[in-house]
T-cell receptor
Framework: EAGVAQSPRYKIIEKRQSVAFWCNPI?????LYWYQQILGQGPKLLIQ????????DSQLPKDRFSAERLKGVDSTLKIQPAKLEDSAVYLC???????????????FGPGTRLTVT | RKEVEQDPGPFNVPEGATVAFNCTYS??????FFWYRQDCRKEPKLLMS???SGNEDGRFTAQLNRASQYISLLIRDSKLSDSATYLC?????????????FGKGTKLSVKP
């Protein structure tokens, strides 16, 4: 079974530039998550989608971050403009929904390592 | 107080040693608990869930103490391949369907 795909794997940009990350979840997984993991910390949820609807974006810095999942499959996360403190690994994860039950196991992609200079 | 707190580590142990990691959580309404493993520069992967009665998977034993809001992971007979960061994870039933709250992780290094 193919895992969660993310691209690019690495990105270096200057502050105030824009960047976009792409995620393709495991086939059939209705729920998709974007996390930010700063070096030395655990992943922090930015946004959760179920199909193409946003379930939770309470920790997304909406002044500069945006995300979409228009067709309920792939998703993009954008940062515009980037700040130095946005340097982190951006992880995408997906999980299965069976009936009304949200599976607790999340499958993570390899992440995009962003460096803002 | 942080939502999920873990031993800072790093833990440097010889092969064959037994090592224990501790974790506390602040939200008493949390219902589900997990340990994830993250290898260096890799993504986190589910290691095991933590049940109220305690559970074991081979050399790994997880325990939960709801009264103390405390979770533990015990690794027996450590192998070199156990070297990784172990993330304590709590499922928070807040506004949405429940999100995973990750601790900072405890780094384990098993030496020959």
């Amino acid at each position: 079974e193919a895992g969660v795909a993310q691209s690019p794997r690495y990105k270096i940009i200057e502050k105030r530039q824009s960047v976009a990350f792409w995620c393709n979840p495991i086939s059939g997984h209705a729920t998709l998550y974007w996390y930010q993991q700063i070096l030395g910390q655990g992943p922090k949820l930015l946004i959760q989608f179920q199909n193409n609807g946003v379930v939770d974006d309470s920790q997304l810095p909406k002044d500069r971050f945006s995300a979409e999942r228009l067709k309920g499959v792939d998703s993009t996360l954008k940062i515009q403009p980037a700040k130095l403190e946005d340097s982190a690994v951006y992880l995408c994860a997906s999980s299965l929904v069976q009936g009304q039950i949200q599976s607790y196991e999340q499958y993570f992609g390899p992440g995009t390592r962003l460096t803002v200079t | 107080r942080k939502e999920v707190e873990q031993d800072p580590g790093p833990f440097n142990v010889p092969e064959g040693a037994t090592v224990a990691f501790n974790c506390t959580y602040s939200n008493s309404a949390s219902q589900s608990f997990f340990w994830y493993r993250q290898d260096c520069r890799k993504e986190p992967k589910l290691l095991m869930s933590v049940y109220s009665s305690g559970n074991e998977d081979g050399r790994f034993t997880a325990q939960l103490n709801r009264a103390s809001q405390y979770i533990s992971l015990l690794i027996r007979d450590s192998k070199l391949s156990d070297s990784a960061t172990y993330l304590c994870v709590v499922k928070s039933y807040g506004g949405s369907q429940g999100n995973l709250i990750f601790g900072k992780g405890t780094k384990l290094s098993v030496k020959p």
